[in-house]
């Protein structure tokens, strides 16, 4: 997008100011999300706007614009005491976790059938490298070697291979926006389904086998499934371990 200029030819300061915020909600934005993903703000964590203004050196406009934004998008929640409030990190929820797998399963689906229609030779590529990944969980599963970071990259790695082979432009987009929320879940606590990992490993095994058939019907329903099941598994380890935030 160009920016606007006067008729001197010179970009007006008024507009560039605006550019330059509008760029600094956004970082602001991206690095206060990955805090909330990567579990470095916990959920039900109270957001005191100050201190995050100092651990991101930034001032409290574009902090505040960012706030804004991931309360919009369900990152973080208002909470209300009379007529005081305060912002906190969205807790992770069972409720939650139910809206969002299904949604990033159908998403990927769809991209599960333009990479089942693609060229026979860039899928057998592919698919060795789902493969590789796949075999390096099936070991974690085998060893039973508990380690959550690896589990979560070595999963996301397999779902953005097939995500990165068969999206266009919009539907992307529409994976990006969801997969940091899942991600949220993955990452604290995926060291907790240890005890079902070779299931999810077998489930990868069917997506392969779905990609090398080159049927988009079946990809499509291996990923759907995969994510469904990624849902129950998840619902039993919260049953164990609770909801984070929401007490």
Same mark, same amino acid.
């Given at each position: 997008m160009a920016i606007a200029a006067t008729k001197s030819g010179k970009?007006? +300061?008024?507009?560039?100011?605006?550019?330059?915020?509008?760029? +600094?909600?956004?970082?602001?934005?991206?690095?206060i999300r990955d805090l909330i993903v990567q579990g470095r703000m916990a959920p039900g964590t109270w957001i005191v706007e100050g201190d995050l203004c100092d651990h991101l050196h930034m001032s409290r406009t574009p902090v505040r614009g960012a706030l804004y934004l991931l309360q919009r998008e369900g990152y973080v929640i208002e909470h209300r005491n009379g007529s005081k409030s305060r912002m906190i990190v969205a807790p992770v929820t069972q409720e939650d976790a139910n809206d969002l797998y299904p949604i990033i399963g159908r998403i990927e689906g769809l991209a599960g059938r333009r990479t089942a229609k693609l060229p026979e030779e860039v899928r057998v590529k592919l698919a060795a490298e789902l493969k590789e990944v796949n075999e390096r969980l099936r070991t974690i599963a085998e060893q039973r070697s508990i380690n959550g970071p690896e589990i979560f990259e070595l999963d996301h790695t397999f779902h953005r291979l097939l995500i990165d082979a068969g999206s266009g432009p919009r539907l992307s987009a529409l994976h990006r926006a969801i997969e940091p929320q899942t991600e949220r879940y993955w990452r604290l606590y995926s060291s907790s389904i240890i005890n079902e990992l070779h299931v999810s490993v077998q489930e990868h095994e069917?997506?392969?086998?779905?990609?090398?058939?080159?049927?988009?019907?079946?990809?499509?329903?291996?990923?759907?499934?995969? #994510?469904?099941?990624?849902?129950?598994?998840?619902?039993?380890?919260?049953?164990?371990?609770?909801?984070?935030?929401? #007490?």
């Open positions: 970009t007006s +300061s008024k507009t560039a100011k605006n550019a330059r915020h509008g760029t +600094s909600v956004d970082t602001a934005f991206l690095r069917e997506i392969i086998a779905a990609l090398l058939s080159g049927d988009p019907d079946r990809l499509e329903r291996a990923l759907v499934v995969n #994510w469904e099941n990624g849902c129950k598994r998840l619902a039993k380890v919260i049953a164990i371990f609770g909801e984070r935030g929401s #007490w």
